[in-house]
């Protein structure tokens, strides 16, 4: 039983270019969630989303980043025009549910995001 | 804004101590609570969580949590070098209907020395 599948593991980009970060749940899993780790901070929330839909993007730069969920295919975290602030570990999380109780979220290997 | 408050640390204990880590957090609605362990340049891997107030055992580690007073710990028996790592609180979006985001401290960086 696979857990929670990210790639690439480690991207480099120029400034100005796009990433794109992937993100497989895992098994039976419909809830995803993905967080920031910049050098020396804790984890920040970023967004949630469920199959076709976003939940709560709260946590989300305005600009530049955005989040999906599709019906088919992994969740995909992308970031235009990056710039270095961005360089971070981004960790995409799932669970079975969300809500009080057995809320427990897995956590993938994460992206460690370079900007040059 | 919701805060989680972690003892910054670092924390050292000696092989076969009891390590003790503690969390304070904001949100009085929050039900559940877990503790995440990090191995640097790692994920974070969950070891514990408490949705109740009192204790639950897993093997060598204890949750503890007291909704009254806001507060959540983690208790190591028996710590091991292996255990070295940082320990991470994280606390539910309180709003009790289908949130589920998490909301972390910085973390505990735990050293076990043999």
């Known amino acids: 039983n696979a857990g929670v599948m990210q790639n690439p593991r480690h991207l480099v980009r120029r400034r100005g270019q796009e990433a794109r970060l992937r993100c497989s749940p895992m098994?039976?899993?419909?809830?995803v969630y993905w967080y920031r780790q910049l050098p020396e901070e804790g984890l920040k929330f970023m967004v949630y989303?469920?199959?076709?839909?976003?939940?709560?993007e709260s946590g989300m730069p305005k600009e530049r980043f955005s989040a999906e969920f599709p019906k088919e295919g992994p969740s995909i975290l992308r970031i235009q025009q990056v710039v270095r602030g961005d360089s971070a570990a981004y960790f995409c999380?799932?669970?079975?549910?969300?809500?009080?109780?057995?809320?427990?979220?897995?956590f993938g290997q994460g992206t460690r995001l370079t900007v040059v | 804004q919701k805060e989680v408050e972690q003892n910054s640390g670092p924390l050292s204990v000696p092989e076969g101590a009891i390590a003790s880590l503690n969390c304070t957090y904001s949100d009085r609605g929050s039900q559940s609570f877990f503790w995440y362990r990090q191995y640097s340049g790692k994920s974070p891997e969950l070891i514990m969580s408490i949705y109740s107030n009192g204790d639950k055992e897993d093997g060598r580690f204890t949750a503890q949590l007291n909704k009254a007073s806001q507060y959540v710990s983690l208790l190591i028996r028996d710590s091991q070098p292996s255990d070295s790592a940082t320990y991470l609180c994280a606390v539910n979006e309180g709003r009790g209907s289908t949130l589920g985001r998490l909301y972390f401290g910085r973390g505990t960086q735990l050293t076990v020395w043999p």
């Open positions: 989303l469920q199959k076709e839909n976003i939940i709560d």
């Open positions: 999380a799932s669970s079975p549910r969300a809500g009080a109780g057995g809320t427990e979220a897995f």
């Open positions: 098994k039976g899993h419909s809830h």
